[in-house]
């Protein structure tokens, strides 16, 4: 993009932008005043205590939830429900559950060529040689003709990055992908995460797997009561003395110290 088309230096280089963004649910307030840059390809994991507002963070970035104040922008377009632009971030932003959200009655392969075809115009036949293309990537291409109750959790949730994957959304978003999983399944799917964060896709990770973090995070976000308390890289976050709801917050997470 040439200098002088318009965009501003800031929205070619960051993914998400959020400024001051409030959010309530009837008169409880969600998001208190979130700011926040994520630039191209960064790394976030985002975490904190149970009803802090990370769900409801990224939730916005793909307008599942509206929001009453502030902007957020993916790339230079605004999410706006009122202005009509939320089909047009689903472009760019996939999603990734913690229950997986396959469709049931679809085939592990249709579950990824359904939104090309659908959405996308693709032919079956080109949906089906991408989709087939991202399963072998996530490692689940011989379960292509099964149905999801067929699947374990770790290869539903293999499959349903493989769907968002399919979508080639320039930012990628997870809520506590392996919080549903049974222990021997988290390794699984976190060494996909790991392997895409090295795509140099932008991703946004609800998760308390500080593994992960430490080892994929550019930076870590610590939510409390709808506002980010810290915003840092994890060694700072790991490695500076854990005061106040950090500290608290730590003490009951396992693996974090
Ligand atoms: N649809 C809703 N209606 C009313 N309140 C809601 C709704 N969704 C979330 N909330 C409230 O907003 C707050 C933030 O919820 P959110 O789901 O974002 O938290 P979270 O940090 O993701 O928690 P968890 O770790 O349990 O997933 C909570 O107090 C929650 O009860
Ligand atoms: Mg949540």
Do not use: W
Not at 126 to 132: F, N, S, T, V
């Amino acid at each position: 993009m040439q200098a002088s088309s318009g965009a501003s230096a800031a929205s070619r280089t960051s993914a998400v932008v959020f400024e001051d963004v409030h959010k309530y649910f009837g008169t409880f307030q969600a998001l208190d005043g979130i700011n926040l840059t994520v630039r191209r390809g960064e790394r976030i994991v985002v975490f904190g205590p149970s009803g802090s507002g990370k769900s409801t963070l990224i939730r916005c970035v793909n307008g599942l939830e509206g929001f009453q104040r502030g902007r957020i922008m993916v790339g230079e377009i605004p999410v706006d429900h009122g202005l009509g632009t939320v089909p047009l971030i689903r472009r760019k932003v996939g999603m990734v559950f913690q229950q997986f959200n396959l469709f049931p009655h679809l085939s592990i392969v249709e579950n990824c060529t359904v939104g090309l075809v659908m959405t996308r115009g693709m032919s079956e036949q080109q949906a089906r040689e991408r989709a087939i293309e991202f399963l072998v990537r996530v490692r689940v291409s011989d379960q292509a003709h099964k149905y999801p109750s067929e699947l374990s959790g770790g290869q539903q949730q293999r499959v349903a990055i493989a769907r968002a994957l399919c979508l080639q959304p320039e930012v990628l978003l997870f809520d506590e992908p392996t919080s549903a999983l049974d222990p021997e399944m988290v390794k699984e799917v976190l060494d996909v995460m790991e392997e895409l964060a090295e795509s140099g896709i932008t991703m946004i990770c609800v998760t308390h797997e500080m593994g992960f973090a430490r080892a994929v995070a550019d930076r870590m976000v610590f939510m409390d009561r709808g506002r980010i308390l810290l915003d840092a890289v994890p060694d700072v976050i790991f490695n500076n003395p854990r005061t106040g709801r950090l500290k608290e917050f730590f003490s009951h997470v396992s693996g974090s110290a």
